[in-house]
């Protein structure tokens, strides 16, 4: 036990932990979708757990439900898992309630009223998405402002969106501008073409990559958006290959998109470098990837101690469950909320304060995404973006391959 607390003391920044057990009834549902792989490993753990005292209760909010959401709430439940396992946080157990907000504004909405009017929550882990997250805001903004660290929400206008909005992910401007530098330095791309999801997060991407890319004396053959149910891509396709096809296409959009435009530059007879964002994590669990370029805010092949026993312990947790920048970033943000607990005690107001202090007031966070310190407006500048490549089915650092 004495082991496990100066593991923990270590992942929370040096912090001290309460060394005695507690007892933890984790969830089975919370866990049912991947019981198999990831149950019995932390349940183990919990049951060694022992307190009387009332568990300190963290929101957890994004598309749990959705491929995407999966690898943020499986490391989050980690996470609270190796914190409750080593006595918890003031001698009292964390615990996640979790809302699904199927990454939709308007659902999202209802998800924050319902964490905000939870007198337990005293911060949440989300939103996951720009979308999601700028919707949301207003709501956690009220009279008693409620913090929230998103892990991914990269657009532009999260940094706006209120001294209680956190994220720990670089901007939009820093994937798009890295994605151009990519395609006109190392790849030698000169003509490039633009597939973008029209919202937030796709025209953000867009705008800083074609900034960048024209900038760097590239020329952008086509730029067109697209909304998710577009019957096809064949017609956007067919013009760039009249116009004498690109030799980067950049997807600003998801995973799905994704695996419906690929199939449609075969069918078209297309050959450009396809490149995305940090959108398209989990598309390298689909056939025909490999070679596409994302960037990322974080890569499970990242060096560094740290990282490598999180990795280990996501894998021995959940097997072959897909590992991505979201759950990263998550597992990393209830740690930092731990030490922020521990600091100054489970109370919004206080906690929101002890955050806006990171990296001045207080140290920075040291966690396997990187350094976490926040400026005044709750974003994390230091932050850098890695570029991976998928090769035989997982995305490794792009400039090592």
């Known amino acids: ?7 923990l003391r270590s992942r929370m920044g040096g912090h001290n932990v309460a060394s005695h057990t507690v007892i933890v009834t984790w969830k089975r549902a919370a866990l049912a979708p991947f019981a198999a792989t990831g149950l019995s490993v932390i349940a183990a753990g919990l049951l060694a757990c022992a307190s009387g005292s009332k568990p300190i209760a963290l929101g957890l909010a994004g598309p749990v439900s959705d491929p995407r959401g999966a690898s943020m709430r ?3 439940e980690l996470a609270v898992a190796e914190i409750n396992r080593a006595g918890g946080v003031r001698g009292r157990r964390l615990e996640l309630v979790v809302q699904d907000d199927s990454a939709q504004p308007e659902v999202a909405v209802a998800t924050a009223r319902a964490l905000y009017a939870d007198r337990r929550v005293v911060a949440v882990v989300g939103h996951l998405t720009s979308g999601a997250t700028l919707a949301a805001a207003p709501v956690y903004g009220g009279r008693r402002p409620l913090p929230i660290i998103s892990p991914s929400a990269s657009a532009p206008a999260v940094t706006d969106a209120g001294p ?3 994220r720990v992910c670089p901007t939009d401007v820093a994937h798009g501008a890295a994605l151009a530098e990519f395609a006109a330095r190392r790849l030698g791309a000169r003509r490039a073409a633009i597939l973008y999801q029209n919202d ?3 025209r953000g991407i867009r705008g800083t990559f074609a900034d960048e890319f024209t900038r760097l004396g590239g020329h952008l053959v086509s730029d067109d958006p697209y909304v998710p149910d577009l019957p096809g891509f064949e017609p956007y396709l067919r ?3 009249r116009q004498g096809g690109a030799d980067v296409l950049l997807i600003a959009g998801t995973a799905a998109s994704a695996r419906r435009i690929l199939p449609a530059l075969d069918t078209v007879g297309l050959r450009p470098r396809v490149m995305g964002g940090d959108a398209l994590a989990s598309l390298e669990t689909a056939r025909g990837t490999d070679g596409v370029i994302t960037s990322t805010a974080y890569l499970p092949d990242r060096p560094g101690a740290r990282n490598q026993a999180f990795v280990e312990a996501y894998r ?10 979201r759950g990263a970033a998550a597992y990393d943000i209830v740690y930092l909320l731990a030490r922020a607990i521990e600091a100054v005690g489970p ?10 202090g990171v990296g001045t007031a207080s140290p920075s966070f040291e966690g396997v ?3 976490i310190a926040f400026d005044p407006q709750g974003d994390v500048p230091a932050k850098t973006v890695a570029l991976g490549v998928i090769r035989n089915g997982a995305v490794v650092t792009a400039e090592d391959r």
Do not use: K
């Not at 021995?316 to 920048?325: E, I, K, T, V």
């Not at 109370?347 to 806006?356: D, E, G, I, M």
């Open 347 to 356: 109370n919004r107001s206080r906690l929101n304060a002890y955050l806006a």
């Open 316 to 325: 021995a947790a959940y097997g072959s469950q897909p590992l991505d920048h």
């Open 1 to 7: 036990m004495v082991r496990r607390a100066a593991a």
């Open 164 to 166: 209680h909005v956190f």
């Open 200 to 202: 937030e997060y796709g």
């Open 74 to 76: 499986l490391a989050a």
């Open 369 to 371: 995404t990187g350094r």
């Open 239 to 241: 013009r760039l290959q």
